[in-house]
C-alpha cells in the first residue's frame, strides 16, 4: 500500500469514528445500546489509539510492562484491566488515555528527555546457588540480609538508584558514572566483612553506561542486558566496566580512588557470551590495595 492510498485510508476512518462518536441516533440511545454499537468498532477504536499517540506519556501504557511497580496512575491501571475487562473497546482506550495522560503528568515525563543515558550496575554473588543447597534457608536468609545491608547503602548514599533486587543481586542505575564506580568500590569492600557459617561470598559488579528505555519502574533494553553480560565476564568475582563507561570517568577520577583499569582478554576456552557487541572493550578495575593483596589470583580470569 503506498502512503497516499494509506493517508486516504486512515483519514477515511478517523471520518467513520468521528461520525461514530456524534452520531445522533446512537446519542439518543441507552447506553447500553452504545456499548453494543461504538464501543466495539474498530474503526473508533484505532482512531482513539491513534490519538493516544499525540499524548505525553507511553501510549502503551496500560500494559503489564508499563503498569509495574508503585504509582496512583499504575495502580489505577491494573484495576482497570480487570475492572474494563474487553481489550478491544472505546471505553477501555478512553479510560487508559486519561492514566497515561496522568501518568505523564506525575513524574513529568514530557519534560524528561526520552532515553536518557545511564550508568547501570549489575552485582551478584560468585556460586551462590552451589553454596545456598548445600547452607539451607536460615543461612541463606542470613546471608542476603548481611549483603544487602553492606551493598544498598553506599550505592543509595551516591546518588544510585535500586531499580530491582535479582535473588543474589541487584540492578542500579546512576546518572554519573564516576559516582557508580566509587559506590561499587565501597560496596564491595564492605562485603568482604560478611560471613555466614564460615562462608565469605564474592561480589561480582558488571558496569555499563547506555540508554535504556524507562518503563514504568523498570528499565529495559539493549544496554541493561549488556550490563548484565558484563558482569558475567567477572567469572571469578571482581569489577568489570565496559569502554562506553571508562570513556566517560576522568584519569584523575580513577587516580583519586586508585583504581587501575586494565582491558579485559576474551576467554579462549569458555562458552561465547552472547548479547555483547564485539567491539565493544570490557575492563577489570582493581585498585591499589588488589594489586598487592596476596589473594589478587583469586580474582582473576
Known amino acids: 500500500m503506498d502512503v497516499g492510498h494509506r493517508s486516504n485510508t486512515e483519514s477515511a476512518e478517523s471520518e467513520e469514528a468521528l461520525a461514530s462518536l456524534t452520531s445522533t441516533a446512537e446519542l439518543r440511545g441507552s447506553p447500553a445500546q452504545w456499548l453494543r454499537t461504538t464501543n466495539y468498532r474498530p474503526g473508533v477504536i484505532a482512531f482513539v489509539r491513534r490519538a493516544r499517540r499525540l499524548l505525553p506519556g507511553d501510549p502503551e501504557f496500560g500494559d503489564p510492562l508499563s503498569t509495574a511497580g508503585d504509582g496512583g496512575p499504575r495502580a489505577a491501571a491494573r484495576a482497570a484491566d480487570r475492572l474494563l475487562g474487553d481489550r478491544d473497546a472505546v471505553s477501555r482506550e478512553v479510560s487508559l488515555t486519561v492514566l497515561q495522560v496522568w501518568q505523564a503528568l506525575t513524574e513529568a515525563v514530557s ?67 564516576a559516582a557508580a564506580m ?47 553480560r558484563v558482569m558475567e565476564r567477572a567469572t571469578k568475582g571482581g569489577i568489570m566496566m565496559s569502554g562506553a563507561t571508562l570513556d566517560l570517568i576522568p584519569q584523575s577520577e580513577l587516580d583519586a580512588l586508585g583504581v587501575v583499569a586494565k582491558r579485559a582478554r576474551k576467554p579462549v576456552f569458555a562458552s561465547k557470551l552472547t548479547g555483547i557487541p564485539p567491539d565493544l572493550a570490557i575492563y577489570r578495575l582493581k585498585t591499589v590495595r588488589d594489586l598487592t593483596a596476596s589473594d589478587d589470583t583469586a580474582e582473576t580470569n
Not at 541463606?140 to 553492606?150: D, G, I, M, N, P
Not at 560471613?195 to 519502574?217: C, N, S, W
Open 182 to 228: 566509587g559506590a561499587v568500590l565501597t560496596a564491595r569492600e564492605a562485603v568482604k566483612s560478611v560471613e555466614v557459617d564460615g562462608y565469605r561470598p564474592r561480589m561480582r559488579v558488571g558496569i555499563h553506561t547506555g540508554r535504556p528505555q524507562r518503563l514504568a519502574a523498570d528499565w529495559l533494553g539493549v544496554d541493561v542486558n549488556i550490563a548484565a
Open 111 to 177: 519534560r524528561r528527555p526520552a532515553n536518557a543515558e545511564v550508568t547501570l550496575v549489575f552485582t551478584d554473588l560468585v556460586e551462590f546457588s552451589t553454596w545456598s543447597l548445600q547452607a539451607g534457608d536460615d543461612a541463606t536468609l542470613a546471608l542476603l540480609r548481611q549483603v544487602a545491608r553492606a551493598v544498598e547503602p553506599p550505592l543509595v548514599d551516591a546518588g544510585g538508584h535500586i531499580v530491582k533486587r535479582l535473588g543474589d543481586g541487584l540492578m542500579a542505575v546512576f546518572r554519573n558514572p
